[in-house]
């Protein structure tokens, strides 16, 4: 009983984080000094910006040939587009998976399939809602595509939104990665695209919550 109570309690931060909870602290900490209602007001925000950065741990199935969402939040419209022209696999349209991440969301992503990462590429851009369509063209992306230990090509693509001004990936290229593995996270509210074959039958469906790490998006390995 009492492990289960610490684990209700102790919530896992991501180390990225704890620079921005120290910065809320410090901040809260003075205005208590010089005006306790703000002061008060700061302690709500240092709250929030601690649940921001939680990093709960996931059970990740470990069926071969499984692909599983990369992000926590909602899953927007499914649609066939061509992958990002910087990865350089080709024009031909895939399906396209996009989750979407409010502020509430878990931030940090992970690996959807176990396999080799192929090319990494980062390109600004700008800064409208993610939750738009426009978002995936327009908008500052990290672009990564892999290579599946069932042979397939797919890629997956961190997007900045509205309000998120950061991107962090942590992976190279030629990198084994497993899937459920953590490779980054995009501050305050963001979007992760990813792109599967053509004639890939999806596992979810439009305004179904995901789940990074958990949640099955595609099986290839039937």
């Not at 990936?169 to 490779?183: I, N, S, T, W, Y």
């Amino acid at each position: 009983m009492d492990s289960e109570i610490k684990k209700a309690v102790c919530i896992s931060i991501n180390r990225a984080g704890w620079p921005f909870i120290a910065l809320f602290a410090v901040l809260t900490a003075g205005l208590w000094v010089f005006y306790p209602p703000l002061g008060f007001v700061g302690v709500v925000l240092t709250a929030w910006c601690a649940y921001f950065f939680r990093d709960p741990e996931r059970i990740t199935p470990q069926k071969p040939g499984l692909v599983i969402s990369p992000a926590d939040g909602v899953v927007l419209p499914l649609a066939e587009m061509p992958p990002p022209p910087e990865l350089g696999i080709g024009d031909t349209a895939r399906l396209r998976v996009s989750i979407f991440m409010n502020v509430f969301n878990v931030h940090v992503n992970r690996i959807p399939a176990h396999g080799v990462i192929g090319k990494i590429s980062y390109r600004p851009g700008r800064f409208f809602n993610a939750s738009l369509d426009k978002a995936s063209e327009h908008n500052e992306r990290m672009s990564v595509s892999m290579k599946t230990d069932h042979g397939v090509e797919i890629a997956f693509v961190q997007i900045a939104g509205l309000v998120a001004r950061r991107i962090k990936c942590d992976l190279a290229e030629g990198q084994q990665v497993r899937a459920g593995d953590r490779f980054g996270l995009i501050r305050f509210g963001s979007r992760v695209d990813i792109y599967l074959p053509t004639g890939t039958r999806p596992k979810v469906l439009a305004r179904q919550i995901a789940v990074a790490g958990e949640t099955v998006i595609a099986d290839f390995g039937k």
